[in-house]
C-alpha cells in the first residue's frame, strides 16, 4: 500500500515515520509514505499557499491551486481514494480503519490555518475525515493517526495477525462504540481566485453584503 500526505509541514512527520512499527514496516516495504510539501507548487516566489477568506471572517484559507496542481502527480483509480482531513468529516472509526487498509493507494490532505478552500472538498477529494469531535491547529497529526492505525492491518506489519483478531474480538465484545457526536458547525470557506478550472466561489460571497453572507453562511452549516 502506497499513502500519500500532502502537507506544508513535512517536517513534522520526520520522528513518526522513523521510530518504531512504522520504521521497520517502511524499511521492509510493507507499505509506502510519500511526504509531499505543498508549497513547492505554489503559483508565486513565495511560495504562497494561503489567502484572505472571502466575505470575511478571522485567520486564512488554503489555496485551491497548489493543492490541485500537487495532486496532479498522484495516478486515480480504482482501489485509490484521497482523503481531507476535516472537524467536520466522517468519524474516523475501526469500520474505516479496515477499509482504507484494503485500498492500493491512500492519499492525505492536511488542512490548516482556518480550513482548507472548500473547492479542494467538491472536487479534489473523495471525503473529509475527522478524527474527533475537537479542533485541532492543522491535519498533520490527524493524518499520523490515520497512518498508525491503517498500517497495523496490512499484511506482515505487525508481525503477528492473531492479535489483529483479538483486539477487533475485544471491540465487538464491548459494544459497537457508535458515538453520537454529531459534526463540527462549520461553513465552507473560499479564497482567491474567484473562478479556478471552471469552480467559481458562491457569488454571495463576493457581494460585500454582510447580511447575506452570514445568512448563507448559516444555511450552509453542516
Known amino acids: 500500500m ?16 522513523s521510530e518504531t512499527l512504522i520504521k521497520r514496516a517502511i524499511k521492509s516495504e510493507k507499505f509506502e509514505v510519500n511526504l ?3 508549497r513547492e507548487y505554489a503559483l508565486d516566489k ?25 495532486l496532479q502527480k498522484i495516478k486515480k483509480g480504482e482501489g485509490k481514494k484521497t482523503v481531507i482531513l476535516s472537524p467536520r468529516g466522517r468519524q474516523f472509526s475501526q469500520s474505516v480503519v479496515e477499509e482504507y487498509a484494503k485500498l492500493e493507494e491512500l492519499t492525505l490532505i492536511c ?18 475525515l475527522s478524527i474527533g469531535p475537537y479542533v ?5 497529526v490527524p493524518s499520523m493517526v490515520v497512518i498508525e492505525a491503517v498500517s497495523r492491518y496490512l499484511p506482515g506489519v505487525l508481525g503477528n495477525e492473531e492479535s489483529l483478531k483479538e483486539e477487533t474480538f475485544s471491540l465487538n465484545k464491548v459494544g459497537n462504540w457508535k458515538l453520537e457526536i454529531g459534526n463540527s458547525q462549520e461553513y465552507p470557506q473560499y479564497t482567491r481566485p474567484p473562478e479556478f478550472n471552471g469552480w467559481k466561489v458562491p457569488e454571495v460571497l463576493l457581494s460585500g453584503n454582510h447580511e447575506d453572507i452570514r445568512k448563507w453562511r448559516e444555511s450552509r452549516v453542516k
Open 111 to 128: 488542512g490548516r490555518y482556518e480550513g482548507v478552500d472548500q473547492r479542494v472538498v467538491d472536487n479534489l477529494a473523495d471525503e473529509e
Open 36 to 38: 509531499i510539501d505543498i
Open 46 to 70: 513565495h511560495h504562497t499557499t494561503d489567502d484572505t477568506p472571502y466575505g470575511g471572517g478571522p485567520g486564512m484559507v488554503m489555496k485551491v491551486e497548489p493543492i490541485f496542481n500537487a
Open 2 to 17: 502506497k499513502i500519500n500526505v500532502l502537507t506544508i509541514f513535512p517536517g513534522l512527520f520526520e520522528s513518526f515515520l
Open 136 to 140: 485541532m491547529s492543522g491535519g498533520e
